[in-house]
């Protein structure tokens, strides 16, 4: 430890505020995970003011945890309370981040991802210790839901409306009908909304991890859009059946076990004409400028999913922050292709390139 003639006072008691501001802010999030679980939100968002009984009753649940949860909830500065008459509100300004599954502020499914992908805690402590991973398999499969309802948030709201328009060339060979492959589909909803809006062409998505196919195929079965949309397993890294004209990676490059080869992979499974469209989470060029709230969040996923189930499988584990644009161009590079397009609708999450043999 450094000497006290060097000892900040004052910074070591910022440190601690912010320390503390952060455990508590974990536990914020923790009792939202709850929340969203078990619709406790939802039913302040239409039965507010409640009381605990009154919340206890409607979600079905034991007083003394709603009696406690809403408290918490208060404290943290989620609800209000008339302390007359012990009656929570969800204010209006709180209900669509989370109460609102069809908002594009929706924040449920993050919280459903981050507290699932914590749970195998000691076999990552392992892992730091000893190498390897944590593989998909060791995630409660209510992890993949959180995953599907985070990036669905996106893909309701941006696929169609910002990301496609801002690609016109893939646009237009949507709408004429080509075939079109999504590579790591997870739970196929970004290839069901594709499939909707294109109709005449065909789409196909694969994914190596065979809980996501199958999801994904129940999924394409309840929206009745089977007619031009299917789903198989299929590592992507590996030669796939076919070839496309159009192939996505919508969040899954920099997951993967082998990403240069899945890279090398695409390209050749692309038919003359064709392009693959890389969405990617966004990343600094340099590591020291991913700082901040948004890296802290970024790096906290890498660490408890991305990272430690690409090591799993001994692979690279790029992890969340591993695909800069930098990275991207020489990757694409290396991989044969020609020209890389960052498109214009990308911001500090989201990254989409149209990637040209
Ligand atoms: C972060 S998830 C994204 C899923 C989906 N695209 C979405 O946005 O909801 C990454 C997906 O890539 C899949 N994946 C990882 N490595 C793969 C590989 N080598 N081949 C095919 N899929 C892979 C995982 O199983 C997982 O479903």
């Known amino acids: 430890m450094s000497n006290s003639a060097e000892f900040d006072k004052s910074k070591a008691k910022h440190f601690m505020g912010k320390f503390q501001q952060d455990l508590a802010s974990s536990m914020a999030a923790r009792m939202c995970a709850l929340g969203d679980r078990l619709g406790l939100f939802q039913i302040l968002a239409k039965n507010s003011p409640l009381t605990s009984h009154q919340l206890a009753e409607l979600a079905e649940i034991d007083e003394r945890y709603s009696r406690e949860w809403l408290q918490g909830m208060t404290a943290a500065g989620y609800l209000e309370v008339d302390s007359s008459s012990m009656a929570y509100t969800l204010p209006p300004e709180h209900q669509m981040p989370l109460a609102d599954e069809n908002s594009p502020l929706f924040q449920g499914g993050i919280l459903e991802l981050m507290v699932h992908s914590m749970t195998p805690f000691e076999e990552l402590v392992s892992s730091f210790k000893n190498g390897g991973g944590v593989a998909q398999s060791s995630f409660h499969p209510k992890l993949y839901d959180g995953m599907s309802r985070s990036s669905g948030v996106r893909y309701r709201n941006l696929l169609l409306q910002q990301w496609i328009p801002s690609l016109p060339k893939v646009q237009a060979m949507l709408e004429k009908g080509v075939q079109v492959a999504d590579i790591g589909c997870g739970n196929g ?25 199958a999801g994904a195929n129940e999924r394409a079965e309840k929206a009745g859009v089977s007619n ?5 397993v299929a590592d992507g890294s590996e030669p796939l059946p076919g070839k496309y004209d159009v192939i996505f990676t919508f969040d899954v490059i920099h997951d993967m076990p082998r990403p240069q080869e899945a890279m090398v992979n695409i390209r050749t499974h692309l038919n003359p004409g064709g392009v ?12 020291h400028d991913n700082v901040g709230p948004m890296a802290t969040l970024k790096y906290g996923m890498s660490l408890h999913y991305c990272m430690t189930t690409s090591l799993a499988h001994g692979g690279e584990g790029l992890g969340t922050c591993g695909m800069p644009e930098k990275v991207v161009r020489k990757m694409a590079d290396e991989a044969g292709f020609s020209d890389v397009v960052k498109a214009d609708c990308c911001n500090d999450f989201i990254s989409l390139f149209e990637i040209w043999p």
Not at 228 to 232: G, I, K, R, W
Not at 276 to 287: F, G, K, N, P, R
């Open 228 to 232: 031009n949309v299917h789903f198989e």
């Open 189 to 213: 909803l970004a290839l069901l909304i594709l499939a909707e809006a294109f109709p005449a062409s065909n789409f196909i998505g694969f994914d190596a991890f065979p809980p996501q196919v």
């Open 276 to 287: 693959y469209v890389m969405q990617e989470i966004t990343a600094e060029d340099h590591l």
